[in-house]
């Protein structure tokens, strides 16, 4: 079975449980966006999901093989995390830093081949941040890190794509940009994009399909707009929203409560 499937996954944090029981397949060709309140599970399920947690791992299958049966330099190759925060330990240009993620294909002594640079430019290209390739990476600002960090993840050139939070410290243009950049990239043979965003209305503009995550336990799965719906959304948030319609464009708005007598 190619793509990523989960089966019966349970995680919590300490003794509140986050998902329950969720058995879920994301197939090569989507673009799934992970939703649902600060708190909910958003980072524990992609770090998951990456492999990274011991407990979720003989639930979670990439290709047919579960998880903790891979090794590292494959399952390296086969998906890519970029996680919410990056930091810079010590200076370095945008290229290399973008490069380090080259690392799973580097062969013999590990120097970088003409290829490993084309993929590093290719990225940066894609992204708008090519004039950047030669800058410090610890001048950037937190919007043109965050590009970089996509930049690198793409970089590594593997076909599914595990994002948490992509779209933090973005301006609207660059989200729009950014989310342009992985749709079209998520459309050749095989690869698929899982990300997590707090805009929903992006997310239903851009993803083929949605997890809408309560914290409770609960989750909803499926086509994007089946999901990320006025009545599902105004209960995982706490908070009620509406959805208007005006010339073929749609927007999740919050709904003006009645005044309290």
């Known amino acids: 079975m190619n793509g990523l499937h989960v089966a019966r996954l349970t995680l919590r944090a300490a003794d509140r449980v986050l998902i329950a029981d969720l058995t879920q397949t994301f197939a090569p060709g989507e673009m ?6 600060n708190g909910a599970g958003k980072t524990t399920l992609i770090s ?12 979670i ?24 925060a990056s930091h810079d330990a010590f200076s370095a240009t945008v290229l290399d830093t ?17 290829a490993d640079r084309s993929a590093a430019h290719a990225a940066l290209e894609t992204l708008g941040l090519a004039t950047l390739a030669l800058r410090d990476v610890q001048s950037l600002s937190g ?8 930049a690198a ?22 989200q729009i940009d ?56 105004s209960v995982a948030f706490g908070y009620p929203l509406t959805l208007i319609q005006q010339d073929g464009h ?7 409560r009645s005044p309290q007598r």
């Open 178 to 233: 950014c989310l342009e950049a992985l749709s079209d990239w998520s459309k050749a043979p095989g690869r698929s994009v899982i990300f997590s965003c707090h805009d929903l209305n992006l997310a239903r503009r851009f993803a083929t399909h949605a997890l809408l995550l309560d914290g409770a336990g609960h989750a909803h799965a499926g086509p994007v707009r089946e999901v990320l719906t006025p009545e599902r959304a």
């Open 61 to 84: 299958s990439l290709d047919g093989r579960v998880l903790r049966d891979w090794r590292p330099n494959d399952l390296a190759r086969r998906r890519a995390l970029m996680p919410q």
């Open 143 to 150: 919007g043109e890190r965050q590009r970089v960090s996509l």
């Open 153 to 174: 993840t793409l970089c590594q050139d593997a076909p599914l794509l595990l994002l948490d939070e992509p779209l933090s410290h973005l301006d609207l243009h660059h």
């Open 250 to 256: 749609e927007a999740l708005v919050p709904a003006m």
């Open 32 to 37: 799934w966006c992970i939703a649902g309140p």
């Open 98 to 114: 973008v490069m380090l993620n080259r690392f799973p294909h580097l062969t013999g002594w590990g120097w970088e081949s003409d």
């Open 48 to 59: 998951a999901l990456a492999g990274l947690s011991k407990e979720a791992s003989g639930a």
